[in-house]
């Protein structure tokens, strides 16, 4: 249970507020409703890359790092397709520090060019320590447009290509921040060694004249249902092969999305997980095999991926796992293996309540969703769900007609 | 109106409060240390083995003998461990280091009394099934393929052969060397590392009087000592430096790693260290990040580290670079080294560090699990809670001077040995 008050400035700004008084910390998460799906087909890459801006200077301060680390503070920043989510963990008594840096850079940045031609090429380099000089580094990239055709979830946060970074100027930056980086777009979560009536004297006063900028309406296109198996074929200097599988499925607020969570924890999690026991061990078909959710906004996909061990062809391996797809999609789940995944994550949830940063930014996540008090349901979401349900998730997802398929071959 | 240019005044992390660990012996000489606090109703156990009996010729029986340990024992198949402590929604997870293999057990506390039992099965009676060793000899070398295509991971890889040769801390694994596993080796290993005498549990999280009572009642019974273990003990001279270069005609980064062996935690300059490490490369607002990241652009990341082991301590310092500026990042690289030690530190910087240190001290406090880590650092290096004392006292009153003489003391760029894997 994550206890929490909540309140909204006039700009809209809205501040949820956890006291936890076992700690001498205190952490300040905003997150900003902007992510990579809010982007411009031909300006990818760009709400990750203004992450890297927010740490270049805004208007009043020249530099975001120094005061904070000064204080003993630490922070960091992760942009994802959906949103840019900002954190500081500090000394409780140096709170105020945390809300005169964060909202100097709600008010205005500095947009230097300094900054921007640096972060440009930290970028470059970033996408090229993740994306382009690792193997299988690439393959989301592939897999994105593979599954998406009108969506903009088709781009990886990190964008198309490096040109789409090269190419951005201040101008775009500056009608970025403009658009997005508005108190009535964003969630403030303050927690720890804190009190709600102090927290209310400092969001007032340091977040209470920010101008509260428009909230602009999403227009993002919908995503066809797809009517046809999707098949593709690559070769890359890796040392093994590989597959991938993506499915549409759920939005996360979607009904059918904890069904949908719980299909892959029944496949996937732990040692008992099905593919992992029947794939890799009992039947020596994979050297490594997993199914996860992408778990967006939006509705998302349910991937599996392996590496089939050598001289198992990719028709096998590729049987093998509709075998798998097939059963939880026509035989019911056992009670107990329910109940197993059920009770790990019922244990998951208790153990994510020992970090205070990890409360912080569930409590924006779900207030982002609609109500942070969804936060505390969560676990009961999921006690809910039936074996039919799963089943009839699992139908609905796992048909060839909603796959995409991509062989990541061995040169 | 508020001065938005002006930094509200703050205060300095005054009191640091560690929560001590409680020792406890059992009858079989178990030795327990239970680290008590947090709301959550759950625990973590940790079950840690000193590794001990290294030999060059089976290089991997330590490390598979403690991944192995879900995989089956007398009475219960890697299926059915595997079952029961998904079933209770319990974490069972085997970790292997340079100097200690650990089990760890995550659970609620009201799963223990079902969780406890497979652990106590499988530290006192493994049995290595031929099935499970195939399967981890397979896999395992698939792995290592992949892992050979990273530069950062081949960097890794040298760099710790060049500093430790074929010890445990250095040794060079290749494929053939899990072909070479053989089940005899893990039964024997097992029975020599993983008795009584060579473990220390901890537990932490809510620990209450009946989560020690069981503890009791499955670990301090029905399992004895019955051989004689001798740590594993290396000796390392610091080397003289030199370059090992890996050309990889196609990349587009460069993965460098670069440093000494140095001084470990037992050693009166390390608090000091420490803090010559974060002024250089040990946090964000770093020295190296500065440059080489934040002024230059050369690279997503880069730090440096002072990592204390048991027979030894090291330096290094890591970054993927882009291939084409990979020599003017490690001429970046020389130039902060030698500022570091030819120009003292300004007391403003200074002052940043030691507060950024000490917040950073006090965040990494955060629940019962963190202050048992924060144990384990001083148990296993034999020293007891005035480490942290010292610790803090040097943090807070350390000068230029003793920075700068410490960094003429410790940084050595000539005699760096200097891996690049990549181009240059």
Known sequence: MVSFERFTLANGLKVLVHEDPTTPMAVVNILYDVGARDEHPDQTGFAHLFEHLMFGGSVNIPSYDEPLQRVGGENNAFTSNDITNYYITLPSVNLETAFWLESDRMLNLAFSEKSLEVQRNVVCEEFKQRYLNQPYGDVWLKLRPMAYKQHPYQWATIGKSLDHIENANINDVKAFFTRHYNPSNAIMVVGGDVKLDEVKRLSEKWFGNIPAGEKLPRLLPIEDDQAEERKETVQANVPLDAIYKVFHMPARTEAGYYAADLVSDILSRGNSSRLFRNLLKDKKLFSDINAYLTGSLDAGLFVVEGKPLPGVSMELAEAAIWEELDRISTELVPDAELTKVKNKMESTMVFSEMSLLDKAMNLAYFELLGDANELNSETQKYLDVSSEEIRSQAKHIFRKENSSTLYYLAN | ?424
């Open chain 2, 1 to 424: 109106m508020i001065d938005r240019a002006l930094a509200p005044a703050f205060g300095e992390v005054e009191n640091i409060e560690l929560i001590r660990a409680k020792p406890l012996v059992l009858a079989n000489g178990l030795k327990i240390f239970s680290i008590e606090g947090g709301e959550q109703d759950l625990v973590r156990i940790e079950f840690i083995f000193s590794n001990i009996d290294y030999d060059p010729a089976k290089p991997l029986q330590t490390f598979a003998t403690n991944t192995m340990l879900n995989d089956g024992t007398s009475e219960l198949s890697s299926t059915e461990i595997a079952d029961k402590i998904d079933y209770y929604g319990a974490f069972l997870q085997t970790e292997y280091a340079n100097d200690h293999s650990t089990v760890t057990l995550f659970t609620l506390n009201k799963h223990l009394a079902n969780t406890l039992p497979i652990v106590k099965a499988i530290v006192s009676d493994s049995i290595f099934p031929q099935v499970e060793l195939d399967t981890l000899i397979r896999n395992q070398k698939q792995k290592l393929s992949v892992s050979l295509e990273k530069n950062d991971f081949l960097s890794r890889k040298t760099f710790s052969h060049v500093l430790f040769g074929d010890t445990l801390y250095g040794y060079d694994i290749s494929a053939a060397d899990y072909d070479n596993l053989s089940r005899d080796q893990l039964t024997t290993y097992f029975k020599s590392a993983y008795q009584p005498k060579n473990c220390t549990v901890i537990v932490s999280g809510k620990v209450k009087e009946d989560t020690i009572t069981l503890i009791d009642k499955y670990f301090g019974k029905d399992w004895e000592n019955s051989f004689d273990v001798k740590e594993n003990e290396f000796h390392f001279e610091m080397g003289s430096g030199g370059e090992h270069y890996l050309e990889k005609a196609d990349a587009l980064q460069s993965a460098i790693r670069i440093g000494q062996v140095s001084i470990n935690r037992t050693h009166a300059d390390f608090p000091g260290l420490q803090v010559v490490n974060t002024i250089l490369g040990g946090y964000f607002g770093s020295r190296l990040m500065a440059n080489i990241r934040e002024d230059k652009g050369f690279t997503y990341g880069i730090g440096s580290a002072l990592v204390s082991l048991k027979n030894a301590g090291y330096f290094f310092i890591a970054s993927e670079v882009g291939a084409d500026v990979c020599t003017a990042a490690l001429t970046e690289i020389e130039k902060e080294i030698t500022i570091l030690k030819e120009q003292p530190v300004t007391e403003g910087e200074l002052a940043l560090v030691r507060n950024y240190m000490l917040g950073s001290m006090l965040g990494s406090l955060e629940n019962a699990l963190s202050h048992a880590d924060k144990f384990k650092n001083i148990y296993f290096s034999g020293l007891d809670y005035d480490y942290y004392k010292n610790y803090i006292n040097t943090v807070r009153n350390i000068g230029p001077a003793e920075v700068q003489a410490l960094a003429n003391k410790y940084l050595n760029f000539n005699s760096f040995e200097k891996v690049i894997v990549g181009k240059k």
